[in-house]
């Protein structure tokens, strides 16, 4: 079964250090998601992604977080200066088409940050 | 704005028995809503769906969830549980953009 992989599953970091997570999603997906979860809180949606740009982004997405996707196949996050609160599970997902509602998600296994 | 409530932080169940997790969602408009688990070490796996048609939705896994529009509730059941069970389940809540919204969770406990 095709599958979203996630590299690093765990990176920690010093504070203001420059972090980037990677995902590779599913190959004929053409839309990319970050959500991430803070340890004991909901998972919260960061950013979506189509065309080489963003569709959507929460407030949390603020001018730290930048999307990228550098190739054909990778998606990447990358927080420039890391704060102690940027600590969590990051979550990658893609899908086959537009969140419209009628559309599912398949997530990776996550990349824990640590920040500190 | 939807938002999901899962009232339960965490349940312990027997293996054998059976396990209901609640699920309530606020959305103006019909709704879109899903149930994922996660293993430890695991990412988010989709357990079931509901789009729209029959309210009762079968998923993976033996579990089905029942969507009741007057009780804006959407819980999940699985009649036997097994050890394998043990997990976190989280209700989700899409509409017409492009996130979903998700609930606090509930950590299922499997005791033999």
């Known amino acids: 079964e095709p599958e979203v992989t996630q590299t690093p599953s765990h990176q920690v970091t010093q504070m203001g250090q420059e972090v980037i997570l990677r995902c590779v999603p599913i190959s004929n997906h053409l839309y990319f998601y970050w959500y991430r979860q803070i340890l004991g809180q909901k998972v919260e949606f960061l950013v979506s992604f189509y065309n080489n740009e963003i569709s959507e982004k929460s407030e949390i997405f603020d001018d730290q977080f930048s999307v990228e996707r550098p190739d054909g196949s990778n998606f990447t996050l990358k927080i420039r200066s890391t704060k102690l609160e940027d600590s969590a599970m990051y979550f990658c997902a893609s899908s086959e088409e537009g969140f419209a509602g009628a559309n599912v998600l398949t997530f990776g296994a996550g990349s824990r940050l640590t920040v500190l | 704005a939807q938002s999901v409530t899962q009232p339960d932080i965490h349940i312990t169940v027997s293996e054998g028995a059976s396990l209901e997790l609640r699920c309530n969602y606020s959305?103006?408009?019909?709704?879109?809503l899903f149930w994922y688990v996660q293993s430890p070490g695991q990412g988010l796996q989709l357990l079931l769906k509901?789009?729209?048609?029959?309210?009762l939705v079968q998923g993976i896994k033996g579990f089905e969830a029942e969507f009741k529009r007057s009780q804006s509730s959407f819980n999940l059941r699985k009649p036997s549980v097994h050890w394998s069970d043990a997990a976190e389940y989280f209700c989700a809540v899409g509409a017409t953009d492009y996130k979903l919204s998700f609930g606090a969770g509930t950590t299922v406990t499997v005791r033999a």
């Open positions: 959305y103006g408009a019909t709704p879109y």
């Open positions: 509901y789009f729209s048609g029959d309210t």
